[in-house]
Each structure stands twice: as structure tokens, then as C-alpha cells.
């Protein structure tokens, strides 16, 4: 699925099962996409190295992510979410299970606004921010649990943050619990 400056597409109420060999399976560029009630059961091949490639569910650059009752069960070297530049991401009573990558095992932002409300991040893997790994972006977090997320090279199990040009980096979180294993 690719959107390019659409003014808002909507994927409603499916099973999407799939099995990844690069790139990502939905792509947004300047548009808007929203996924009610959308239960994706995905894997890449096992044969790809995640730590020189990663491969994503979504991917957007410059667009509005809306995520409502969604579940991602992921295998392989599949991250869920990789957006850049993008104002508006907001995921709610959604679960992110099995992600696996380089740089944010299950949600990966650069200079983008992340609010997440009734999130479930879990079991997610990745070298560093394995729950979610963020450059010079925002993140806010309210009543979300982060459970056996593992960064395997450094830093942070649950939130990676990096500030890169003098960008402004803000993490909010309220009710959330955290029970995860660093190595």
C-alpha cells in the first residue's frame, strides 16, 4: 500500500498476514492514514540482517499516523513504525508485540510528535531504543506498559532519545509501567 499526498486514507476492521522481504507494507508520504481495528500478523525473512537493513510495517515521512485498536504480531527483522518529519502520530489501545530491529525494535522517529495512549510494547528487540528509538523528536505516553523490550548493544531497553541539531527532545509519560531486562 502506498499514499502519496492524499488527503486521508483509512484501513478498517482486517487481518493483514504477510511475510516481508524489504521495504515496508503500508508507505505514506504527505498524507494521512488512519487503522481502526487493524491486526496485522507479519514476518520478514529470516535470512535478513537486521543490523545493516531494517525493514518496517510503516513507514512515513511528512504525514499524520492514527492508530486506534490496532495489533501488530511481528517476526523476523520487522520493526512497526518509522516515521520521519511527521506532525501528528497518535496510537491508542493498540499492542506492538515481536519487532525487531537496528534502531527502535518496535517504533523508530526522527523530528516527528509521538502520543501514545492505552499502548501495550512488548517482547521488542532491538541495538539501541527497543521499545521506541527517537531523534530530535517529541513522545507522550499516557497509561502505556513496556514489557521485555531488550536492547542488545547499548543504552535504553524502552526509549532511546537522541538530539541532533539543536532540535528540542521531550518525553512525557503518565500511569505507564516499565518491566523490561537490559544485557
Known amino acids: 500500500f502506498y499514499s502519496n499526498e492524499a488527503e486521508i486514507e483509512m484501513i478498517e476492521t482486517c487481518l493483514i498476514e504477510n ?13 494521512s492514514l488512519s487503522l481502526l481495528r487493524v491486526f496485522f500478523t507479519l514476518g ?15 513507514k ?8 486506534t ?6 517476526g523476523g527483522a520487522l520493526g512497526v513504525i518509522n516515521c520521519q518529519n511527521c506532525n501528528n502520530i497518535e496510537a491508542s489501545y493498540s499492542t506492538i508485540k515481536n519487532g525487531n530491529g537496528v ?15 492505552g499502548l501495550i510494547i512488548a517482547n521488542n528487540k532491538a541495538s539501541q531504543g527497543a ?20 536492547a542488545e548493544k547499548e543504552g535504553s531497553d524502552v ?23 537490559s544485557r
Open 44 to 58: 520478514a525473512l529470516d535470512s535478513l540482517n537486521i543490523y545493516t537493513q531494517q525493514t518496517f510495517v510503516i
Open 131 to 150: 521499545g521506541i528509538y527517537a531523534t530530535d523528536s517529541m513522545i507522550s505516553v499516557k497509561s502505556c506498559g513496556f514489557l521485555n523490550n531488550i
Open 69 to 74: 485498536l490496532c495489533a501488530f504480531e511481528l
Open 103 to 117: 534502531l527502535g525494535g518496535a517504533i523508530s522517529l526522527k523530528s516527528s510528535k509521538f502520543l501514545g495512549e
Open 19 to 31: 511475510r516481508l522481504e524489504q521495504g515496508s507494507f503500508l508507505q505514506i508520504e504527505k498524507s
Open 159 to 181: 526509549i532511546s532519545m537522541v538530539l541532533e541539531r539543536n532540535y528540542s527532545l521531550t518525553f512525557l509519560a503518565e500511569l505507564c509501567f516499565f518491566l523490561n531486562v
Open 60 to 67: 512515513g515521512r511528512s504525514s499524520d499516523l492514527f492508530l
